[in-house]
């Protein structure tokens, strides 16, 4: 990898403030009914001055959240991914609303309409490129793609949570954004971003990136064998999906994150570490050349890095807690066991290869993931099977330009390729258990 100084601009930067706009910024949510969706919302209702939230989406599994949302924000239009979620989605609206409803509506009072529904795999995309200031992306998984690119053409600033549209397709996404277009929502982007804001690029020497250690830091990899679902999904320090949590317990997600700060930072895979931090505190940290370090630290709580998203270059008075400085308090820190935790590693390695690698890389953990969380497949089989489905893949030809198309096709082919193996590894395991 090259220097800095011969790259191009980094695709997230605290110095520039991409189409600044005054007054109320009116944002667009998808994947309302998330995580990072329902902690939006919550941070849009604190603060009806400054944000204003326009359209929703979401998968169309819960109906009746995403018409309670839609009906406090009194928003003009509604996304499900799933077509076969409409109905439900239309009669929980009418609930909510009323049949019909008269109000004091935009318009000026009488009868106040229902959200349009949009519906359909490409639904998020249009909404993404609809007239708003700002585009909170909170899908989980690399569907995420689509309307991170849709947003980024129609000119929007993105708020990116959704790391994986960037990890797939990372060429494509750089190929459309403007400097400064792109705001991270991820708490450890969000701190890189604000502790790079304190000087220039040429004086960065290393991102650091933290992680918690997850649920099963300091254990073995010969420890990790027997660790269920349950054990999992009981993280220590956060309250996320299903998918990440493992991930977090994988760290597959921090090795995401490497990635993620290589492409919006511009900074070479040798000088972006991981240091595990188990108290959450601080949340990633930048050394400079003349030997400081900035560390960006507050309480576990999401809403800060989504502030800053919505915000940037403007901050949000309370939008998450504070640290009682009177309390007495210890932060740790200790290196990455690249042993029990393979994962940070091949994801350095997949990022290296570039190409369809990553995509093939995501999408292999997901599947494996699924299989993990069914019951199918061990702990420690969900990285050795995404090794293998890896390695199959091979090498990328660097000369060839990345298509979306490329993209979806990798992705198939991983996918199956990892069920393939992980059912060949879940009769394994079950053979050596009889």
Not at 297 to 326: C, K, Q, Y
Request: proline content about 7%; aromatic content about 4%.
């Amino acid at each position: 990898m090259g220097g800095m100084s011969d790259s191009p601009a980094p695709l997230a930067d605290p110095h520039i403030a991409f189409d600044p706009t005054e007054g109320r910024r009116d944002i667009v949510v998808l994947g309302s009914t998330g995580s990072i969706g329902t902690q939006a919302i919550d941070l849009v209702l604190r603060n009806p001055d400054r944000f204003r939230v326009t359209a929703l989406s979401a998968a169309g599994g819960r109906p009746e959240l995403l018409a309670e949302q839609a009906h406090r924000l009194r928003v003009r239009t509604v996304a499900v991914a799933r077509e076969d979620a409409v109905p439900a989605v239309r009669d929980a609206l009418k609930e909510r609303w009323g049949s019909p409803r008269s109000s004091e509506a935009r318009s000026g009072g009488g009868t106040e309409p229902l959200p349009e529904i949009l519906a359909g795999p490409d639904a998020a995309a249009e909404l993404a490129a609809s007239d708003c200031h700002t585009v909170l992306n909170g899908i989980t998984g690399s569907i995420g793609l689509a309307p991170t690119l849709a947003a980024l053409e129609a000119g929007r600033t993105l708020a990116l949570a959704n790391k994986e549209s960037l990890i797939v397709g990372g060429p494509l996404v750089k190929a459309v954004a403007k400097p400064g277009q792109i705001i991270p929502v991820d708490s450890e982007h969000a701190a890189l971003f604000q502790a790079l804001a304190a000087g220039t690029r040429a004086d960065v020497r290393k991102l650091v990136v933290t992680a918690s250690g997850g649920p099963f830091r300091g254990r073995t990899r010969a420890e990790l064998a027997q660790v269920t679902r349950e054990d999992a999904l009981a993280h220590p320090t956060w309250s996320m999906g299903p998918v990440i949590t493992v991930n977090s317990a994988t760290l597959v997600n921090k090795g995401l994150e490497v990635i993620e700060a290589h492409l919006l930072y511009d900074i070479p895979f040798d000088r972006i570490e991981v240091v595990v931090h188990p108290q959450s505190y601080v949340h990633s940290m930048v050394e400079f050349t003349d030997g400081s370090t900035l560390a960006q630290a507050t309480p576990p709580d999401m809403r800060g890095p989504i502030a800053i998203g919505l915000g940037w270059p403007e901050r949000v008075p309370d939008a998450a807690p504070a640290f009682d400085w009177s309390k007495a308090s210890t932060w740790e820190f200790f290196p990455l066991d690249t042993e029990a935790f393979p994962s940070v590693g091949l994801a350095r390695h997949v990022g290296e290869l570039g190409g369809t690698a990553p995509a093939v890389f995501n999408a292999a953990n997901e599947e494996c993931v699924d299989a993990f969380l069914a019951g199918r497949l061990p702990f420690n089989a969900i990285m050795d099977t995404v090794t293998d489905v890896v390695t199959e893949h091979g090498t990328p030809d660097p000369g060839t330009s990345l298509t979306v198309t490329d993209v979806l096709q990798a992705e198939t082919w991983a996918r199956a390729r990892a069920r393939e193996l992980a059912a060949k590894a879940a009769k394994t395991t079950a053979e050596a258990r009889a």
